[in-house]
């Protein structure tokens, strides 16, 4: 059977009465519209309580250990700030609306980790 390459079309090999559909895996060479960032809220995170949230993407423990070090480095860096670790709850993709309102009331920042 012929391995011939095409995009997205589908051809008889030949000699064959097998058909083959190869699909180009390439990316497309449109760039996505680009957002501009929201702006800064604070200055500086100097005296912020600032929640890191591990959503659980990484499974059980899979994020604790990078959000650790983020927490010794805030310690290190800015030691004014607080930062509280939490672990959403659901999985990684479920609404935490306690955990949001409580960052929202509680909280002056918040560093939501996918890790794996």
């Known amino acids: 059977m012929s391995k011939e390459v095409s995009k997205g079309k589908t051809r008889k090999s030949p000699g064959s009465d097998t058909k083959i ?3 180009n895996p390439v990316c497309s060479n ?10 800064r809220r604070f200055s500086s ?9 591990d959503s659980g993407w990484g499974g059980p423990t899979g994020g604790y250990a990078l959000f650790e070090v983020m927490q010794d480095w805030f310690s290190q860096h800015i030691p004014s700030a607080k930062t509280i670790l939490v672990k959403k709850k659901g ?26």
């Open 45 to 53: 995170l100097e005296g912020k309580r600032i929640y890191i949230v």
């Open 91 to 116: 999985m990684w993709a479920d609404d935490d609306p306690a955990l949001w309102q409580r960052i929202k009331t509680d909280g002056d920042a918040a560093i939501i980790g996918l890790s794996c």
């Open 21 to 23: 559909t190869v699909l």
């Open 30 to 39: 449109k760039v996505a519209e680009r957002v501009p960032l929201t702006p």
